[in-house]
């Protein structure tokens, strides 16, 4: 069965600390992995990943995926509060439609 | 351009009632996808309709939950009988094409469901 895992579950850190999230993976025809962004409300995306080592950029976010390995991670510079949201890591697999989703990590920023 | 529009956004039911909720796709899109999100877990894939065609209901529980994405309105996520354990978020999703094609979907914001 396929499977994602994120960690940590939670994590809270100060203002301009800079975060990892780790996500890693098992998945039968591997085609992508995205990651989403998640406050008290609809989900939004953040990057789509399909090839080992490009790094994708957008602002202070950004995230590699490591297909040999079979993780991900997402790496937020000079954090402030409003990244404070669950971040969830999904993959998508050639047999099917179907986002497989981790549990998601749970980021507070603090002031 | 309005985004994913999930109605309603909290139900409260009783064991043996039937839920209905509804989801209107982002303009332009005709691919729409239910989640079901449970407390402490992530989100799990329910269904994948295209207008008037179910392409994948590999996620949908055997009984008692039924999708729709007819030709004029918004796609229904229809559970009848409900029990607790149905009580979760159930967040809709779009997109212009299949997952095959992107992998990225617009969600809407959920309705959140509660059986007593």
């Known amino acids: 069965e396929d499977k994602v895992v994120q960690s940590p579950l939670s994590l809270v850190v100060h203002e301009g600390d800079t975060v990892t999230l780790n996500c890693s993976y098992e998945?039968?025809?591997?085609?992508?992995l995205l990651w989403y962004k998640q406050e008290k409300k609809a989900p939004t995306f953040l990057f789509m990943l399909?090839?080992?080592?490009i790094e994708k950029k957008s602002g202070r976010l950004s995230s590699i995926l490591d297909k040999k390995e079979l993780f991900s991670i997402l790496n937020i510079t000079a954090t402030q509060t409003g990244d404070s949201a669950v971040y969830l890591c999904?993959?998508?697999?050639?047999?099917?439609?179907?986002?497989?989703f981790g549990k998601g990590t749970s980021l507070l920023v603090t002031p | 351009n309005a985004g994913v529009m999930q109605n309603p956004r909290h139900l409260v039911r009783r064991r043996g009632q039937e839920a209905r909720l509804r989801c209107s796709p982002m303009?332009?899109?005709?691919?729409v996808y239910w989640y079901r999100q449970l407390p402490e877990e992530g989100l799990k894939f329910m269904v994948y309709?295209?207008?008037?065609?179910?392409?994948?209901e590999s996620g949908m529980p055997k009984e008692r939950f039924s999708a729709e994405f007819p030709k004029e309105g918004p796609s229904i996520l229809r559970i009848q009988q409900v029990v607790r354990g149905d009580s979760a978020a159930y967040f809709c999703?779009?997109?212009?094409?299949?997952?095959?094609?992107?992998?990225?979907?617009?969600f809407g914001e959920g309705s959140r469901l509660t059986v007593l």
């Open positions: 999703a779009s997109s212009p094409r299949s997952t095959d094609n992107t992998g990225e979907l617009f």
């Open positions: 998945v039968t025809n591997f085609r992508s």
């Open positions: 399909t090839s080992s080592g």
């Open positions: 999904a993959v998508l697999s050639n047999s099917g439609y179907a986002l497989n």
């Open positions: 303009k332009g899109h005709s691919h």
């Open positions: 309709l295209q207008k008037e065609n179910i392409i994948d």
